[in-house]
């Protein structure tokens, strides 16, 4: 029987920014950019209230409260934190996988820290960086990522094996990991809308379904989830393309890497990770795919950067030819390091 604790920073850039400016406090605030097509990042608990959320458009969220404070996203300054801390995590084991900026898993199985550990955790962020976190503790991923969500902010929730079913199955399925928004529809036009009417549906049902994924449902939902915590995996690429009405404005092509950078790196940056090399494609209108990629000396991630970089490669490569697809990709990753946070605004 493992021992795990998923930590998940609180409200994690507006806190920062509260952090910063004491006289916000209380009030609520987002984080993200002022024009009316910005998006929110992150909302505090007092924004919540007003029913603000991530990913609402900004226009919106100022339509649900008048007086909401909105600051700039302050990249830099997040990594830094994250770090800060991370740094604390690791005092209490070495054993963590660094899901995003703000998530982490470790694994403390055997360490003897007892039922205490998310408390002592909890304090001892606080202590360090001012920071709050909610703590999930269980015996496996799914369960603790679950707990860690369920007292938000500043929670601490305990799964024990024998607590599994009372407490999975008057959940609604969309709380199940590794069911995505797809499938959630899916299952909800079948009728099945919690955790238990999916637990009435036999393993073979699931699979066809859900192919590979189905298992993993049928025994997540059972308490069953033997996935490792991972110590510093990594992924390989990180990029994204678009197909579209076929185009040889080099003004509407360099429009789409300018959106896929900014994609590109806020993703990045959530997951803390930079690239040695950039990568362009092209399709055109007879199918014909090109590529380029570049490899520098210092690692990217920034939004501009990878812009100005990707349109190099674009000028060197484009031909004037009708263009039906393009994409941008980073790869060659390692995570993103403290000496270059100076770059970032
Ligand atoms: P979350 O942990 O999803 O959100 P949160 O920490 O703001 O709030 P909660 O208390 O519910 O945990 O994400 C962490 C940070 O990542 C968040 O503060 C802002 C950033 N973020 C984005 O930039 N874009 C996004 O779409 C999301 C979801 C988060
Ligand atoms: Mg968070």
Redesign the pocket.
């Known amino acids: 029987m493992r021992t795990i604790m998923h930590v998940?920073?609180?409200?994690?850039?507006?806190?920062?920014e509260e952090l910063d400016d004491p006289t916000i406090i209380g009030k609520p605030v987002v984080?993200?950019g002022k024009s009316d097509h910005a998006?929110v990042?992150?909302?505090?608990?007092e924004a919540?209230k007003y029913g603000i959320h991530?990913?609402m458009p900004m226009f919106m969220a100022k339509n649900l409260c008048d007086h909401l404070i909105i600051k700039p996203?302050r990249r830099a300054r997040?990594l830094e934190k994250s770090k800060e801390v991370f740094d604390v995590l690791k005092t209490f084991t070495d054993k963590i996988e660094k899901v995003?900026?703000?998530?982490s898993y470790l694994d403390i199985t055997g360490l003897g820290y007892g039922i205490d550990a998310p408390r002592r955790l909890q304090k001892k962020v606080f202590e360090e960086t001012g920071l709050t976190v909610?703590v999930g503790l269980s015996y496996n991923k799914f369960l603790t990522k679950l707990a860690s969500?369920w007292n938000?902010?500043n929670g601490i929730k305990i799964i024990k094996p024998e607590d599994v079913p009372e407490i999975l199955l008057p959940l609604d399925i969309n709380k199940v990991h590794g069911i995505g928004k797809q499938s959630e529809k899916k299952l909800k036009s079948l009728g099945i809308n919690t955790v238990s009417d999916l637990y009435e549906l036999p393993e073979s049902f699931l699979s066809e379904l859900f192919k590979k994924k189905g298992k993993e449902i049928y025994d997540r939902i059972r308490g069953i989830d033997n996935r490792e915590v991972e110590v510093g995996v990594l992924r390989k690429s990180l990029g994204t393309e678009t197909t579209f009405e076929i185009t040889s404005s080099r003004e509407v092509l360099k429009n789409h890497l300018k959106d896929f950078a900014e994609e590109i790196s806020?993703d990045l940056?959530?997951k803390e990770i930079s690239g040695y090399t950039l990568t362009l494609k092209l399709k055109n209108e007879n199918f014909v795919t090109k590529t380029r990629s570049k490899t520098y000396a210092t690692p990217i991630y920034e939004s501009e950067d990878i812009f100005e970089k990707g349109v190099e490669i674009f000028n060197e490569v484009y031909e004037g030819d009708k263009i039906r697809l393009i994409g941008l990709t980073v790869s060659n990753l390692e995570d993103i390091k403290i000496e270059q946070l100076k770059f970032l605004t």
């Open positions: 998940d920073i609180d409200a994690f850039y507006a806190s920062v984080v993200g998006i990042t992150t909302a505090n608990y919540r991530s990913a996203m997040y995003s900026i703000d998530e909610s969500d938000k902010p806020e940056i959530y």
